[in-house]
């Protein structure tokens, strides 16, 4: 059976249709996208230029390739509104990467060392609101953060601040939302790393002398170090084209890809410059993605 | 190699391996492997970890094709055919039993071809012949390691095969248990007359269950015989070692001589043992293989001190340095448990017939 | 377990729970404003059963999301089965890639790309291409949930069933697939909640008559926040959670 291998038709037709399908539904769609971002912005439907005209001669396609051109990306190019958005799109998923590996590490270990027959029900207390309506839970941290919400109430009371923060709508805002709606993200693959690790290396460090800080920097820290830069990475990406969260705790100011790539099609219907827009951010995260892939290829090799 | 011998008077082997070589890699796992089993024979695969006896096993069963060579069963050339149409039936090492099926269920598995009333009454027979009535309804994970073992046995003998095969059948269950399945397990295979072939890294196992025993090594099999002739007349000294202890005492074989002893020169005097095959010349460098149990402790002999004395129980270990300060180790009853304590100057000698000379 | 340790649940798990927790007790709250306690009532939920458009929506979104759900386990099981069983094949990177890739793959960039290539091909924007976009996405996921148990799958139990004379057909039908069956179950509830809470790329692929939900809840929540909305958020919240409770129970179990 092991030697059989991936070449019987019954092999190639499991394949298939996965295949195909996300062929057809994931991969020619980047393609479109990539002519489209070529061509000019037009009041029509589709509202594009040029269309190319299927029952068309060889003259046809000529002046249909003739009418591409990398328009969009210079306006991409000289427009501080797209740079300044691109590079702080970066700045958000960066810094908030970065936070969340910060509080990621300390959740996941304590989720890998709590007591066994807790911590299957634990681990699901983490994945729930991972899958838990994304909307809902960005709407939620609104009526938190408002000036009069539910944050700065308990601040004032408290007597910490003399007067409401003003939290909602600024880049602090968007931070917090990103590093709550993606620390689950962050958390399951690290405590994946973690619980794997033999407890018994744990031991011996202590064992040897180590109090617990030392055993978790010197032992634990560097052995999960892989799985936390993979945890990073794998809300890194999908964070840069982020939308849900900046528009809703950003406010109008806010300048992130996904964002500006949402206004320009569904507010100035430029469908041309969006699709050079998403063509921006599928560059700087295909490179992470490619990484992620490998990561996910070796995970299905370990067999 | 002697492997392809059938004991005489057996008729057409029941199983008859040709060249069987398997490859991984750059390696071969199985190396032009020759073999033949006759009916009602239990046949013993023995060898350490990664020798090949493993895969041996699986390309008898169907689960790897060989690159090389034929497997028939009967006559009848099975090599291509895959698992679920070769009329032998394997028990895996983890036993391999379903875990969403019942016990019943799991016996009943390899019977689809029965009506339902058949079945069950088969099921019935198979869950008595191995103790477990009343059994059929229980799951799996609620089994003792034995309990798996037995509903394993019986889910393999479900279909009558001509050829059980058994993947270290014992050793998941402890000590204690290990010896009475070993005993159950071979009073079940002579009530039946199923051959078996066992794979074994455990020469205890292959001692009380085996007909015949062949010791694999880089996968091929190196010897075949019964495991007393394996024991006293190895063919090797990784044979002679892999079944039991052995002293392996250096030498160099002495000149060829009439009648059934020769002369080896050692560092701690000449020690006379049983002539060896002709191919090996005089002069040759050479070891003497001796059991701990056939050294004799006596007036006469090879002088030695005792370093070194155990009480095992049944009988006591000791360990004695030579003249030139090799050590021996040499076993005997527990009634002299008094006699040559440690420090003792004595001499000791064995019969030549039962210490065996082979290639260094 | 060390108390600093348990701090650090304790702090993480309610960091994740508390606004979810907020939003639930605020939905009962008998005020107009959602910040001010004003005494417990329904008064919200009665009101969602009154909202036609809203009732619509989730109408949209259940039969969107079985159908997805559905689609993307049959495509997300076959592309387990072909990476984990089949060894090296020539499009093994191409598969690895388009099942991994559209997990992570920023929101908007799919459902732009897909929009496009629906306009190109010129089919009409509305339940099918929601369907289309959502088992695309959710493929993935499937894929990942069914891989890890058929890894986990001790492959001597289809052994056992071939020697026992079962033809690979058999063999896949009584072992291989009840076996995988909590995991596909699994996979599917997850499609089914990933595809239930789909704003961004439903928003692109959506067209006139087909709103989702959270397309619905997304325009009320422009409009302001209101008490609702935490009604509905919260009876979203419970749907899905129970759906994910499900499926790790199912997953879990051994």
């Keep these: 059976m092991s030697g059989r291998g991936g070449q019987g038709w019954r092999a190639r037709l499991v394949r298939l249709p996965p295949l195909l399908w996300l062929s057809a539904f994931f991969l020619v769609p980047f393609a479109i996208t990539l002519k489209i971002s070529l061509s000019d912005a037009a009041t029509a439907m589709p509202p594009y230029l040029p269309v190319l005209d299927w029952h068309g001669s060889l003259e046809g396609w000529s002046s249909f390739l003739e009418a591409l051109d990398f328009e969009n990306y210079a306006v991409l190019w000289f427009d501080s509104l797209y740079r300044e958005a691109a590079l702080s799109s970066l700045a958000y998923a960066g810094t908030a990467s970065a936070v969340l590996a910060l509080l990621g590490t300390p959740l996941a270990y304590a989720l890998a060392r709590a007591p066994a027959r807790a911590q299957a029900l634990l681990v699901a207390l983490v994945v729930v609101p991972f899958w838990t309506s994304f909307l809902v839970r960005v709407y939620a941290w609104i009526a938190i953060l408002k000036p009069e919400g539910l944050l700065n109430a308990a601040l004032l009371r408290l007597g910490v601040v003399g007067q409401p923060l003003e939290i909602l709508n600024t880049p602090a805002a968007v931070l917090i939302g990103l590093v709550y709606a993606y620390l689950p993200f962050m958390v399951l693959p690290l405590y994946a790393v973690m619980s794997r690790l033999d407890p018994a290396l744990r031991e011996a460090a202590a064992d040897l002398g180590a109090g617990p800080v030392r055993v978790f920097l010197t032992v634990t820290l560097p052995l999960a170090a892989p799985g936390i830069a993979a945890g990073a990475l794998l809300c890194f990406i999908p964070m840069v084209g982020e939308f849900v969260i900046p528009d809703l705790l950003g406010g109008s100011d806010t300048l992130m890809l996904g964002r500006v790539l949402w206004s320009e099609f569904f507010s100035n219907r430029d469908w041309p410059l969006a699709s050079a827009v998403a063509v921006l951010l599928l560059l700087i995260v295909i490179g992470p993605v490619v990484l992620f892939r490998d990561a996910g290829e070796r995970g299905e090799g370990e067999r | 190699m002697s492997g392809s011998q059938v004991p005489a008077g057996s008729g057409v082997p029941l199983l008859r391996l040709e060249g069987v070589t398997k490859r991984f890699g750059a390696g071969a796992a199985v190396d032009g492997v020759d073999l033949a089993l006759a009916e009602n024979e239990v046949f013993c695969l023995l060898g350490p970890s990664g020798c090949g006896k493993s895969t041996l096993l699986r390309m008898i069963a169907g689960f790897e094709r060989p690159d090389a060579g034929t497997i028939r069963l009967g006559g009848a050339d099975i090599t291509a055919d895959p698992p679920h149409r070769r009329p032998v039936n394997m028990m895996f090492q983890s036993y391999a039993l379903f875990p969403h099926m019942s016990v019943a269920g799991n016996v009943a598995y390899g019977l689809s071809s029965l009506g339902r009333a058949a079945r069950a009454a088969r099921v019935e027979t198979l869950l008595r012949l191995v103790r477990l009535e009343g059994y059929g309804a229980r799951r799996p994970d609620t089994l003792s390691g034995g309990q798996r073992q037995r509903v394993a046995l019986a889910r393999a003998l479900a279909r009558e095969p001509r050829l059980l095969l058994l993947d270290e059948p014992l050793t998941a269950l402890d000590r204690a248990l290990r010896e009475e399945t070993q005993s159950e397990l071979r009073a079940l295979q002579r009530r039946l007359g199923t051959s078996f072939v066992v794979v074994t890294h455990d020469p205890e196992e292959a001692m009380r269950l085996a007909d015949r025993v062949g010791v694999m090594a880089g996968g091929r099999i190196v010897q075949v015989g019964a495991t007393a002739e394996l024991y006293e007349n190895p063919a090797s000294r990784y044979v002679a070692g892999l079944l039991g202890d052995v002293n392996l005492i250096p030498g160099t074989l002495g000149p060829a001589e009439p009648g059934p002893s020769r002369a080896v020169e050692t560092a701690f005097g000449a020690l006379r043992a049983r002539a060896p095959a002709p191919a090996l010349e005089p002069g040759a460098a050479v070891v003497v293989a001796l059991r701990p149990e056939r050294v004799e402790l006596g007036a006469h002999g090879l002088a030695a001190t005792v370093t070194e004395r155990i009480f095992l129980g049944d009988r006591i270990a000791r360990t004695l340095r030579m003249g030139d300060g090799t050590t021996l180790r040499a076993s005997g009853p527990a009634t002299g448990a008094a006699e040559h304590p440690v420090g003792a100057e004595i001499r000791l000698g064995f019969a030549a017939e039962v210490a065996a000379i082979l290639p260094a | ?254």
Excluded at chain 3, 104 to 112: D, K, N
Excluded at chain 3, 210 to 221: D, E, G, H
């Design chain 3, 1 to 254: 377990m060390s108390p600093f340790l348990r701090a650090v649940l304790a702090l993480g798990l309610a960091f994740l729970y508390a606004p979810i927790l907020v939003l639930a007790v605020y939905s009962f709250n008998a005020s107009n404003l959602v910040t001010v306690w004003g005494g417990f009532s329904t008064r919200w939920y009665a009101a969602l059963l009154a909202d036609g458009p809203l009732l619509a929506a989730a109408w949209v979104s259940l039969r969107v999301a079985l159908m997805a759900g559905a689609i993307s386990t049959l495509l997300g099981t076959l592309a387990a089965l072909a990476l984990a069983r089949h060894g090296r094949f020539r499009s093994r990177r191409l598969l690895t890639g388009l099942v991994f890739a559209p997990m992570v793959m920023p929101e908007v960039i799919i459902g732009l790309s897909l929009l496009l290539l629906f306009v190109g091909v010129g089919l009409d924007r509305g339940i099918v291409t929601l369907v289309i976009a959502h088992a695309t996405f959710c493929t993935g996921f499937v894929a990942v949930v069914v891989g890890a148990r058929l890894r986990g799958l001790d492959r001597t139990l289809e052994e056992a069933a071939a020697d026992l004379g079962a033809t690979p057909r058999r063999v896949f039908a009584t072992v291989t697939l009840p076996l995988l069956a909590p995991a596909v179950l699994a996979g599917f509830l997850l499609a089914f909640t990933l595809s239930l809470d789909d704003l961004v790329i439903a928003s692109f692929v959506s067209g006139p008559g087909a709103t989702t939900l959270p397309m619905r809840l997304y325009s009320q929540i422009r409009l302001g926040v209101n008490p609702e909305i935490n009604a509905a958020s919260t009876l979203l919240v419970l749907a899905v959670t129970l759906a994910v409770l499900a499926a790790s129970r199912l997953t879990a179990r051994r």
